[in-house]
C-alpha cells in the first residue's frame, strides 16, 4: 500500500541519538573535553527518576545533539543494552502515526504525551516510538 506523504506526516530532521550512561558527569565530561560538545539542556525527571543531557556542537534547534541518559537508580548497563534510539521531529505526531500504521510500521508506542512532565518546564512532549526492519526503535516527536 502506497500512501502520499505530505510535509505535515513524514519526518523532516534528525534531533538526537540517545545512549545510555552510568556515570552522567564523567560522562558530559568525556563529551566536552574529549569531542568539543557543549551541553545545551539538561532535564530531570524526578517521577520517572532519570535525568537527560543533552550534548552537541551547535544549537539543538538546528542541529542533531546526543541525549544522555542517566538512570538514577541503575548505575551498570549490560553491554548492548546502552543504545537508545534516533529521534525525527514531526509536525503532526498522530497523522504521522496513523500514516506509518497503514504502511504497515510497527507502532511500539502509541502517539500522545510523554508519562513524565520536565521539572523545569513543566511541559510534557507528545511523542510515539516505531521499530525499523531491524527492530532499531525510532522516536518520533511533535516539534509544532
Excluded at 76 to 93: K, M
Excluded at 109 to 122: C, H, K
Aim: charged share 25%.
Amino acid at each position: 500500500m502506497t500512501l502520499k506523504a505530505t510535509a505535515s506526516t513524514v519526518a523532516h530532521r534528525i534531533l538526537y541519538t540517545m545512549v545510555r550512561v552510568a556515570d552522567l558527569e564523567l560522562s558530559v565530561q568525556f563529551y566536552q573535553d574529549a569531542l568539543g560538545m557543549h551541553e545545551q539542556r539538561r532535564e530531570n525527571y524526578s517521577d520517572g527518576r532519570f535525568t537527560l543531557v543533552f550534548m552537541g556542537y551547535g544549537d539543538a534547534s538546528n542541529n542533531a545533539v546526543i541525549e544522555l541518559t542517566y538512570n538514577w537508580d541503575k548505575h551498570s548497563c549490560q553491554q548492548g543494552t546502552r543504545s537508545g534510539h534516533v529521534a525525527l521531529a514531526v509536525d503532526n505526531i498522530y497523522t504521522a502515526t496513523e500514516r506509518l500504521k497503514k504502511m504497515g510500521v510497527t507502532v511500539l508506542r502509541e502517539a500522545g504525551p510523554m508519562s513524565y512532565t520536565s521539572d523545569e518546564t513543566g511541559e510534557r512532549e507528545h511523542i510515539a516510538f516505531i521499530e525499523d526492519p531491524d527492530g532499531y526503535k525510532i522516536e518520533l516527536i511533535q516539534t509544532i
